[in-house]
């Protein structure tokens, strides 16, 4: 790559990060007003679990009708990501200003998640066609993005308490649309696979292969655990500090991500991706078994604990993309990535709506000591690529 073609790679890695931040900030617009939402809606601990549920329910429905009709494959991507990102604005304006109860905000919560799947993936299928080697550490950078933007909601509503709940969740529709305008005004890269014919079979021809198996294993495992603690942090620091408090500590604890994608990715060029992958899991794995201790340290140490735990919990995510990425089939990347992460986030579902009722048991304390087997058992699968990369 020349130094202007390099250049011009930069700016478009940084172009596409913005974009991603910003159109990903309507992700945990729900989440960050369910304090508000709970009070306004009498809301039980289950039921405003499903603000965040919904979105994920969405975006498990967006990936599979992405993936299956080749969508981000077939068309362009930068413009599959605009209208993405414009409908994704919409359905999240829709929720602020046209709801009046769980109902209807269950309903634009999920038409939310759904554009979604053409955002977050399709992101990173755009970067991937601007770089033929290094994919490890500029996902890290994106994926990094994304985790600043679906931390933002926390921050706005830290930033404007006491303001409502409607206007705030409302800011990340303008943000969105930005991050869509954003992407068009890109050119394709220069990697950038002809446009695949439609074939409804390719989203589970993917599995066939071992070493794509065995990451999407590590990277579900990975998912159990990481929405788990984004979105019902705020259940484990209540009673420990004011809302505002709150609402900067899953801030922060968020935000971090960016931290580990970026950091992981910078270290994933040394080391390979897989490692950092490994590394990661069982770190947070780690932080999950502790969990319940740290909890009566004093809150300080409680929210550094957390924030720490917010670097290492993603930073596998940016490797396990380019993992995918480089055992899928180069003419369906999109397609794999997207199944993939569709999949993914069908764990999380679980992992969401399963710890509020064991918390009604073990107590909000103990309870993020049961994530610790997802990405445990994500090391395994990582411990297992190796050998089969290796032969």
């Known amino acids: 790559m020349t130094p202007a073609e390099d250049g011009a790679a930069g700016r478009a890695l940084a172009v596409v990060s913005l974009a991603v931040l910003l159109a990903g900030s309507i992700w945990f617009s729900g989440t960050a007003a369910m304090p508000a939402l709970r009070e306004l809606w009498a809301l039980s601990d289950a039921q405003a679990a499903w603000l965040t549920v919904a979105v994920q329910l969405g975006f498990i429905s967006g990936t599979f009708l992405y993936s299956v009709l080749n969508i981000a494959d077939v068309f362009n991507a930068r413009r599959v990501f605009l209208v993405s990102a414009l409908l994704g604005a919409a359905f999240n304006a829709c929720f602020a200003w046209v709801t009046s109860g769980l109902g209807t905000a ?15 993936p399709v992101g990173m ?9 290094g994919l490890g550490w500029r996902l890290g950078v994106l994926v990094g993005a994304l985790a600043l933007g679906t931390a ?59 070493a794509f198996r065995y990451t999407a294993l590590g990277y579900f495992g990975h998912m159990w655990e990481l929405y788990a603690l984004w979105g019902l942090v705020g259940f484990f620091l209540a009673g420990k500090a004011a809302r505002p408090e709150i609402a900067l500590v899953c801030f922060a604890t968020v935000a971090a991500g960016f931290l580990g994608c970026a950091g992981g990715g910078w270290i994933s060029r040394r080391v390979g991706e897989r490692r950092v992958a490994l590394a990661a899991l069982l770190a947070s794995g780690t932080l999950c078994l502790l969990s ?46 997207t199944v993939q992460n569709g999949i993914g986030f069908a764990v999380t579902v ?22 610790a087997i997802g990405p445990f058992l994500g090391a395994l699968s990582m411990v297992r690529l190796g050998r089969v990369a290796a032969s």
């Open 152 to 210: 933002s909601p926390y921050l706005i509503q830290a930033v404007g308490a006491g303001r409502d709940w409607r206007l705030l969740a409302g800011v990340a529709s303008v943000s969105a649309v930005a991050g869509g305008l954003l992407v068009v005004l890109l050119s394709d890269g220069p990697y950038l696979r002809t446009r695949a014919p439609f074939d409804a079979r390719a989203a589970g021809r993917v599995f066939r292969d071992p």
């Open 106 to 120: 269950l309903v634009f919560r999920f038409l939310a998640g759904v554009t979604l799947a053409g955002v977050y």
């Open 292 to 337: 319940g201790f740290a909890h009566a340290l004093p809150a300080p140490a409680l929210y550094a604990y957390l924030v720490a735990w917010g670097v290492v919990v993603v930073a596998d995510s940016p490797q396990f993309s380019a993992l995918a990425a480089r055992y899928a089939p180069p003419e369906y990347t999109a397609t794999a990535l």
């Open 125 to 133: 299928k755009i970067v991937a066609s601007w770089f033929r080697e």
């Open 350 to 371: 679980v992992s969401l709506q399963v710890l509020p009722l064991l918390a009604a048991h073990l107590g909000w304390r103990w309870v993020f000591t049961t994530l």
